[in-house]
Nanobody, 119 residues
Framework: VQLQASGGGLVQTGGSLRLSCVVS????????MGWYRQAPGQPRELVAG?????????ADSVKGRFTMSMSRDNDGRTMYLQMNDLKPEDTAVYYC????????????WGQGTLVTVSS
């Protein structure tokens, strides 16, 4: 399973960005996908997590502002993270992740994409 994230960049406070992550390979085994982020000097945190057949869950800090969604094409699966009303504290490297059963320690990771929110 391979994950390729993109879409990060520099945005002003209150702006929006959409991150994308293409999931390819043996995707039939993947039931859980999510987005993490890691700010400088901080531990990595789960931002949004999707379990097949269940409701997407969000960190309290992003509820109402971030939305995770997915599409499926012939080659794989793409997940998105729509981020609205961005704040300076959202500045971090964002990673997509996937696993057959859990998101505590996902087996598969994307390479990370930097989001910088200026004040």
């Amino acid at each position: 399973v391979q994950l390729q994230a993109s879409g990060g960049g520099l945005v002003q406070t209150g702006g929006s960005l959409r991150l994308s992550c293409v999931v390819s390979g043996s995707i039939f085994s993947i039931r859980i996908m999510g987005w993490y982020r890691q700010a400088p000097g901080q531990p990595r945190e789960l931002v949004a997590g999707f379990t097949r057949g269940a409701v997407t869950k969000y960190a309290d800090s992003v509820k109402g502002r971030f939305t995770m969604s997915m599409s499926r094409d012939n080659d794989g699966r793409t997940m998105y993270l729509q981020m609205n009303d961005l704040k300076p504290e959202d500045t971090a490297v964002y990673y997509c992740a996937a696993d057959p059963t859990q998101l505590v320690t996902p087996a598969y990771w994307g390479q990370g994409t930097l989001v910088t929110v200026s004040s």
